[in-house]
């Protein structure tokens, strides 16, 4: 049994070592009694940057010689974690058993949210992409539901509230960072917070809340401008889609370094996804996160030309992320029919991601996946753009062509020229194909067959279905009568 150096013990052994050391690193670790004061020190609490200081190594030195006592492990190039704790055969067992007993003790009610996984990963030390396939096994055993974009605690009725509990008629708290929601703003960002029917008296039909964040606290207007095309376009959504907007909408308007950030996380995000659902190995992992890495040029280039985006963010919620110079850019900010055709195109898309669930996901590996490459953005930016061309001719009587109405900078002009010279963003032959594919089978189908695609990925069109849609359209109207 060892005992634990108390911190005169662990200062006084670190003094005591020599304050000259070899240059090269492994020279530097090889000193057995120098390793055992820096373990001591490590687990007295001392962080690594004071034992560099009282010894006067690198931190690479002294994260060396933590890993060689077997404190700490190097997943990879991001930091150290601690070692696997013993009685698990893996991380996964480990985060497995951590969630098991916090559902039995109660820390995780029934019919309370799950924290995000990035904020699981970092409480437990591990990666996303385990918490990933933890949280995936214990969805199918039925004790996590999706609801939206977020994992709920199913199960057995929660145990009996503490004298300390909350009041019922509260949220329930969250645990980590607190996204920003209806109750909560942005630190320094005003929040335009809305419900979608204010006076609604139909009590059985949901109420739609949409937040709208100026983070960049120049544009208030706008953001105005936005939340009252939101109440306008979500009623005629529902009605020309069949899809219903999900409860909680939020749009985000940043800066153009915010929404390339954003970007490279959401391509970092399908990543972890894709890391936790197929059988890489590390060599492919390695490979694919160094593609990213040279990639991270890609929102340098599209960032004009891209009006807006909607994905996952860090806190599991869907939301559109707007750079309001993009807008400038682009025209669309002095064009009110242009902006009500952005806003319902990314209304849209939450529509879509509500229904998805987790039938398919954005993919980096749609083959693996047995899907075809553009399959799903087809699909995805097809849909929308049907919708949009028929919610704008709700509104203004004809579909609106921002090729009309909006003025192009110079500078979206040169961003263009250089993604289509280097095929950096999605060509517009697939928006049109897109468009061509959706609205052929809407004409033959309806959007309630239409619809089924997104709950069965085996209905997604092949590369040859894209460039016919009356194949693709046979083959939905032919899909219930198989299923059956």
């Known amino acids: 049994m060892t005992t634990q150096a108390t911190p005169s013990d662990w200062r006084r052994e670190l003094e005591s070592l020599p304050r000259t050391w070899p240059k090269p690193l492994k020279d530097q670790v090889a000193d057995p009694v120098a390793r055992t004061a820096v ?12 034992i560099c200081r009282r010894t006067g190594r690198s931190p690479d030195a002294v994260r060396l010689m933590l890993s060689l006592e077997g404190v700490l492990r190097a997943p990879g190039a991001r930091g ?7 009685g698990y055969r893996s991380w996964a067992a480990y985060v497995r058993a951590v969630v098991h007993r916090r559902l039995a003790d109660g820390t995780y009610r029934a019919e309370w949210p799950l924290p995000p996984h990035r904020t699981l990963a ?63 703003h942005v630190r320094g960002c005003p929040a335009l917070i809305f419900p979608s029917d204010a006076l609604n008296t139909d009590h059985r039909k949901p109420v739609t809340r949409f937040a709208v964040l100026d983070e960049t606290r120049r544009h208030p207007d706008l953001a105005e401008q936005i939340s009252a095309i939101l109440h306008t376009v979500a009623p005629i959504v529902t009605e020309t889609t069949g899809l219903t907007v999900p409860p909680d ?47 991270g040029i890609v929102p340098v280039v599209i960032w004009p030309l891209i009006a807006g985006v909607t994905m996952e963010a860090t806190d599991g919620q869907t939301e559109t992320v707007i750079a309001p110079r993009t807008l400038q850019h682009s025209g669309y900010d002095t064009s009110p029919q ?21 039938a398919w996901e954005e993919t980096l590996f749609p083959d693996r996946r047995g899907r075809d490459r553009l399959a799903g953005p087809t699909v995805l930016e097809g849909h929308a753009t049907w919708a949009d061309h028929k919610i704008t001719a709700h509104l203004y009587g004809t579909p609106v062509n921002a090729a009309q109405h909006a003025k192009r ?11 289509r010279l280097t ?62």
């Not at 242009?338 to 991601?353: G, P, R, S, T």
């Open 80 to 86: 150290y974690r601690t070692r696997l704790p013993p």
């Open 338 to 358: 242009c902006l009500a055709q952005i806003v319902a195109h990314e209304l849209v898309h939450h529509a879509q991601l509500a229904a998805r669930t987790d």
């Open 39 to 50: 373990r001591r020190a490590y687990e007295a609490g001392a962080p690594v940057t004071e």
């Open 409 to 419: 900078s110079r500078r979206f002009r040169l961003h263009a020229a250089i993604a």
């Open 122 to 184: 970092g409480e437990l030390g591990v990666g996303p992409e385990v918490v990933y396939k933890v949280v995936r096994q214990l969805r199918d055993e039925g004790r996590l539901r999706r609801e939206g974009r977020r994992l709920v605690v199913t199960g057995a009725n929660p145990p009996s509230p503490s004298p300390h509990a909350q009041p019922r008629g509260r949220s329930p708290p969250t645990t980590g960072r607190v996204p920003p929601n209806r109750h909560t």
């Open 249 to 295: 909408v939020r749009f985000r308007l940043i800066t153009p370094k915010q929404w390339r950030t954003a970007f490279r996380y959401n391509a970092g995000r399908i990543l972890t996804r894709d890391i936790a659902d197929l059988e890489m190995t590390p060599k492919e992992i390695t490979q694919m996160r160094r593609v990213l890495k040279i990639g």
């Open 423 to 484: 095929r950096l963003s999605l060509p517009l032959s697939h928006y049109e194909q897109g468009f061509r594919l959706i609205a052929r089978a809407v004409d033959a189908n309806g959007t309630d067959m239409v619809n089924q695609v997104w709950t069965d990925a085996s209905l997604l069109p092949t590369t040859e279905e894209i460039t016919d849609p009356d194949t693709w359209a046979r083959r939905l109207a032919a899909a219930p009568a198989q299923q059956n």
